[in-house]
């Protein structure tokens, strides 16, 4: 089943966040979705995430299809213009590719390459906008298109860390999918409880919700988000958990497997993220009970 038709039937859908090499050596890319198959319902390939310069997602995407895995690909606009982002949808649609999430990019500085020039040629509205046009069959220029791509388009909405916040990226996923995002991807689940308080809210937006279930893989990496990431309300008790825990490998992916199972019930889909540790998502849809 399609991931349109996937999110017409309001089944529970588990997704999976794979990222691609950097390089060219793409053997554990494809033995780690292998795993998957029969297991999530869809990959999640972004395109330079985290400001690493890997194989794009064009070519990640195409070969998590060819493993008969429903795709989804990341598109954003940081490194590419107007003529490059529309060449690259039109590709992405001819490749079999038909399933997008208009992501905000890191910041350059942030990137393994930081003198690279930044375009934004566009923004996440903009792009919005872009991929609606190619739909009715034109490019910017107001050419017509040989042929109408048609794409399943969501969007990822920024973390917020206050009410203010919150209301601000409430309003902006609201323009975004008036301009034809039909799914939103969440930032981050860490409590379920103050969630759930979020949710009411998010469900007023009268799209699929997905939301994301990060990986914590270490103290140190519970410590860092819950420092720098005010929003995420990573609390003193779970790092406390991780911290005693006898296997803290383990007990990280209980933690994740148990975020995905009590969203099972919250929302109609997950997006788990396990940063490197794809082939451990076995081990932690097993903790889901999936």
Not at 142 to 161: A, H, N, Q, Y
Request: with cysteine; proline share 3%.
């Amino acid at each position: 089943m399609n991931f349109q038709k996937q999110l017409e039937s309001k089944q529970f859908i588990v997704l999976a966040e794979m990222n691609t090499p950097k390089g060219i050596d793409v053997s554990r890319f494809v033995m780690d979705i292998r795993q998957l198959k029969d297991r999530v319902d869809a990959v999640v390939v972004p395109d330079l995430d985290n400001g690493v310069m890997r194989m794009n997602a064009l070519a990640g995407g195409v070969l998590a299809k060819r493993q008969g895995l429903e795709t989804l690909i990341h598109v954003y606009c940081r490194d590419r213009n107007r003529m490059a982002l529309q060449a690259d949808l039109l590709a992405a649609h001819a490749l079999g590719l038909h399933n997008l999430i208009v992501a905000p990019a890191q910041e350059i500085s942030q990137c393994d390459h930081r003198d690279a020039a930044v375009v934004n040629d566009l923004n996440e509205t903009g792009l919005l906008e872009t991929i609606g046009t190619l739909q009715n069959g034109k490019d910017l220029a107001g050419f017509d298109l040989e042929g109408r791509p048609e794409f399943t388009v969501g969007c990822l909405m920024t973390p917020w860390s206050d009410k203010a916040s919150f209301e601000e990226e409430i309003k902006l996923t609201q323009k975004k999918i008036s301009l034809g995002a039909s799914y939103v991807v969440t930032p981050p689940v860490f409590d379920t409880g103050r969630f759930a308080q979020q949710l009411a809210v998010l469900q007023t937006l009268n799209v699929p919700i997905v939301a994301t279930v990060f990986l914590i893989k270490s103290v140190a990496v519970a410590r860092y988000i819950a420092a720098n990431e005010p929003g995420a309300y990573i609390s003193e008790d779970l790092i406390r958990r991780i911290r005693k825990a006898q296997d803290r490998e383990i007990e990280c992916l209980k933690i994740a497997g148990e975020t995905v199972s009590r969203l099972r019930d919250m929302t109609q889909a997950v997006l788990i993220q396990t940063m490197g540790w794809e082939h451990r998502l076995p081990a932690l849809l097993d903790a889901a009970g999936l």
